[in-house]
């Protein structure tokens, strides 16, 4: 029965990617799933937006924008690098951890070496974020070990390092440089610097999940691993692929977050892969792999985001968040399964039809 | 596979006669993961003994038997839910939301006895809230569990807020720490003692027990075998619930204080013991004895490094290796085994 539904999940992620075209006029269906996917949680994000602006005008000026923005920047990164393993049927619970590291070896970079540039920083953070993903992708690739198991380890063994590594220490701002602080807060055209960072992730990847013959075997991966390896798609390799990139996205990440906040601990970033996790399902990405895009995690991570400051907003108890954000992740999957079902069987009656 | 050796269910081998019999128990006891757990386990626990100071006094023994109380009765319903499949990560938030319930229901007035009844109750409701949408909805468990355990947390957040209640009568928390006798034996051990035989008696000596390495393995065999897959997996997210309501109670007690944030990522833990302890994380495989050597494995070579003076923080570079070593090895040497048993073939 499971495996049914894989399959329908995989004829159904690419089904919305040709659909680009539009060839498949006749039913629709992969326009109807793409707009119940992206469009449900677009429409849930402006339905949000529109009640509390009701509520409070000042909630859609353009410094509260920037903030809610500035905001998601962080978790839409992650959420980015999250997606691309979930996809393949993997996740990756250790991202928080290599956040929290990444965050805490910049600091410590700045400190060693004042005058690096802001572009070798980034690198570095990137290159430590991936080389933590690659102890993840050969662990999970390699040894065949289940993607939960090895990445709950490694969350304890980076977070452990860098405890290990900062004995208590804590960074602040006055030790990096002003210029790289800046990184943080500047805006281009008036968005952040920083969300401009993420939109251009977001469409990088996106592009190379829908276009590129690796993503779209990523999905096919996800939907039925042992078909994916039957034809021909050298499965471990992707796989690992997948970790070294959401580990150079948490890095990324890092990098940001240190620019961002400017104060460093060992427990940054602890516990952020939950909502990591929670914004790609809410996005709409199948927890099991084989369907979801980068755009809906993206749009996920800013509903997350939002909600946050709408509750403020609309003076709700802020201790409220972390329940709605519960509920949110019940009601994305519950939606999943329903558009799932539905999707089978459509495709079983066209297949009756004779078509 | 080779693979299934390290995993071998608890069945005796079938009786040979003589010496061979012998020799085959003793292979099939070495053969096992959790007779290796064991085995570590002592080997910690003596090797602490000897070169830590104050490892194996009583007070010490005392303090470490009561920080593993709450993660042992939360590993045994876990153990049961693992073999079948599923997973529960909400356990701590649970944990946490009978804390704080329990702290309102203090503070509006209510007798402990009522509230202890209460919050294992309530512990039980939220695990029928899992168990509904894993086994009426047909939602994948490790997605509904990651929610509730954003949403219990968050709960609990709503209904104590930051705020901490701490004035529980002494009678009630000296309780939760008192040993018995002259020993260094906590009372609450004896509760999880007595909860521990009863899981294993349920696990490894009933019906019900056995179909659920049977629905681990292949849920739809089993479904046609006539087990009941869907009305099992209820009862063991009900009984999960109802067990971290009692680690809850137990918590607040032992802390002597309700918060909101009791227990945070305390799954985390539970998970890595029952994997450390022998459970598959596909399902059908593992004991409870090996589950309960895990937990005391994680929780004494913790204690163990804690006394030498390695920050607790740094201690989980410790618990995550383990965790990697525990399920990466028995893969490793299976895959090893098989591909020369596979050469063995081609040459033969």
């Given amino acids: 029965m499971k495996t049914s539904e894989k399959h329908a999940g995989a004829q159904r992620a690419d089904r919305s990617d040709v659909d680009g075209q539009r060839p498949d006029r006749r039913t629709g269906l992969g326009r109807r799933i793409l707009v119940a996917r992206e469009l449900g949680i677009v429409v849930a994000l402006l339905l949000l937006v529109a009640v509390t602006t009701v509520t409070n005008p000042a909630f859609l000026s353009a410094q509260s924008i920037r903030d809610v923005l500035l905001g998601a920047s962080i978790l839409v990164i992650l959420a980015v690098g999250q997606t691309v393993v979930i996809v393949s049927r993997n996740i990756d619970l250790s991202v928080g951890a290599v956040l929290g590291l990444v965050a805490f070896a910049t600091g410590k970079l700045f400190g ?48 452990g390092i860098d405890h290990s590594w900062a004995k208590g220490e804590q960074i602040n701002a006055a030790d990096m440089p002003s210029g790289f602080l800046r990184l943080g807060t500047s805006t281009l ?61 948490a890095g990324l990440a890092g990098v940001l977050y240190a620019a961002r906040f400017g104060t460093l601990d060992a427990t940054v970033g602890t516990g952020i892969e939950l909502q990591v996790v929670a914004a790609a399902v809410v996005g709409g990405v199948a927890i099991f792999g084989g369907s979801g895009s980068v755009y809906g995690a993206a749009v996920g991570a800013v509903l997350l985001t939002t909600i946050g400051s709408s509750l403020a907003v609309l003076r709700i108890n802020p201790f409220w968040q972390q329940a709605v954000v519960g509920g949110l992740i019940l009601a994305a999957i519950g939606l999943e399964r329903l558009l799932a079902a539905r999707a089978a069987n459509r495709l079983r009656g066209r297949t009756s039809h004779g078509a | 596979m080779a693979h299934d050796t390290l995993y071998a269910h608890p069945e ?129 468990s490790l997605a509904v569990t990651i929610g509730t355990l954003a949403a219990y947390r968050g709960l609990s957040f709503v209904v104590l807020g930051d705020q901490a209640v701490a004035d529980f ?48 393995n292949n849920a739809e065999a089993a479904t046609f075998a006539g087990v009941s897959v869907n009305r099992a997996k209820f009862w063991l997210f009900v009984a999960s619930g109802a067990v971290a309501g009692l680690a809850g109670v137990y918590w607040t007690l032992r802390y002597a204080s309700a918060r909101a944030d009791n227990g945070s990522g305390l799954e985390l833990a539970v998970v890595a013991a029952v994997l450390l ?40 570079v410790v618990t ?16 090893a085994r098989s591909w020369l048993r596979q050469r063995r073939h081609q040459r033969g």
Avoid at chain 2, 295 to 307: D, E, F, H, P, T
Wanted: charged share 10%; net charge positive; hydrophobic share 60%.
């Fill in chain 2, 277 to 316: 302890g022998g459970v598959s994380i596909f399902g059908g495989r593992g004991t409870l004895l090996g589950v309960l050597a895990g937990v005391l494995l994680l929780g004494s070579l913790r204690n163990a490094l804690q006394l030498a003076d390695v920050p607790a923080d740094t201690l989980n």
């Fill in chain 1, 112 to 159: 060693a070496a004042p005058g690096t540039p802001i572009l070798v920083a980034v690198l570095v953070g990137i290159a430590l974020g991936a080389a933590c993903g690659v102890v993840n992708g050969v662990l999970v690739a390699a040894a065949r070990v289940p993607a939960l198991v090895i990445t709950l380890g490694t969350l304890y063994v980076f977070r």
């Fill in chain 1, 189 to 249: 055209l008036g968005i952040p610097l920083l969300a401009v960072i993420a939109l251009a992730v977001v469409l990088l990847v996106g592009a190379y999940l829908q276009s590129y013959r690796s993503g779209r075997e990523l999905y096919a991966i996800g939907s039925e691993p042992n078909a994916a390896r039957l034809s021909g798609i050298p499965v471990g390799r992707r796989v690992f692929i997948a970790f070294v990139v959401s580990g150079g996205m």
């Fill in chain 2, 12 to 140: 005796a081998p079938a009786p040979e006669p003589g010496a061979r019999r012998a020799g085959a128990l003793w292979r099939a006891l070495f053969t096992r993961w959790d007779t290796w757990v064991v085995i570590v386990l002592a080997v910690v626990v003596v090797g602490a003994g000897a070169s830590v100071d104050g490892f194996a006094g009583p007070r010490n023994t005392q303090f470490l038997l009561m920080d593993i109380v709450a993660i042992a009765l939360i590993a045994l319903p876990m153990t049961l839910i693992v073999i079948t499949g599923e997973i529960d990560l909400s356990v701590a938030s649970t944990l946490g939301l009978c804390s704080a319930v329990m702290g309102q229901l203090w503070v509006a007035g209510l007798p402990l006895e009522l509230i202890v009844v209460l919050v294992v109750v309530l512990g039980a409701v939220l695990g029928v809230v899992n168990g509904v949408f894993v086994t009426k909805f047909g939602l994948p």
């Fill in chain 2, 169 to 216: 009568p002494r009678q009630w928390t000296d309780a939760a720490s008192s040993t018995i006798g002259g020993s260094p034996v906590p009372w609450s051990v004896l509760i999880a003692v007595v909860l521990a035989v009863a899981f294993a008696v349920v696990l490894h000596w009933t019906p019900f027990g056995r179909s659920l390495y049977a629905m681990g």
């Fill in chain 2, 320 to 335: 995550g290796a383990l965790l990697i070593t525990s399920v990466v090895v028995p893969n490793v040497v299976g895959m």
